[in-house]
């Protein structure tokens, strides 16, 4: 294969332009690349330790600062009493929470307490009253003595023991009143002798 003038030309700028991008490229990644390379030297003079030669840093918080150039194992006593002497002054947040939670709402006023008014007294409510009336009595001799009592229309002639209208039992019959218990409530009723009629 033949190369004519003007290839041969382009072949010899390309094979120089490649001469001169290939070590640009290399250092350029050097320089980037590589955080030891020494810094730009800064206007001021730094200030040197008196025990060693070590330049040391400004203050922050009391503590001296010292920049670490050399191996050195000497124990830094001063740096030590003045780290002890710091107050940590740190928030309340809590670094190992991505979002503090929300406080709890403040608790509610708790109402006075009242005196106690005393025991409660449960009173029943009042038993009815048995609707029966005692209007007369037969005291024959030899035989019990019998009770004339009226419910409305109704008139009941009973002794003592028996029950009136299935629900009234005659407990005693005197000469002036007749003591009756209603046996579904369990309440017991004195009726007076009644002249009306």
Do not use: C
């Amino acid at each position: 294969m033949k190369i004519g003038a003007q290839d041969r030309k382009k072949v010899i700028i390309m094979a120089v332009l490649l001469v001169v991008a290939v070590p640009l490229t290399i250092h350029s990644f050097r320089s980037f690349g590589n955080p030891s390379l020494p810094a730009a030297p800064s206007a001021e003079p730094q200030p040197t330790d008196t025990n060693t030669s070590r330049p040391v840093q400004k203050k922050r918080s009391g503590i001296p600062q010292v920049r670490q150039q050399t191996l050195d194992p000497t124990l830094r006593t001063d740096i030590l009493m003045a780290s002890q002497k710091i107050e940590n002054s740190g928030g309340t947040r809590n670094i190992f929470r991505a979002v503090e939670p929300t406080p709890p709402p403040p608790p509610k006023p708790i109402a006075p307490v009242r005196p106690n008014p005393g025991p409660v007294v449960y009173e029943p409510p009042p038993k009815p009253q048995i609707p029966l009336l005692f209007y007369g009595f037969s005291n024959r001799p030899g035989e019990p003595k019998k009770a004339f009592l009226k419910e409305g229309d109704n008139i009941f002639v009973a002794v003592e023991g028996d029950v009136v209208e299935r629900r009234y039992k005659i407990v005693k019959i005197t000469n002036t009143f007749v003591l009756v218990e209603d046996i579904l409530n369990n309440n017991q009723q004195t009726i007076n002798l009644t002249t009306s009629g």
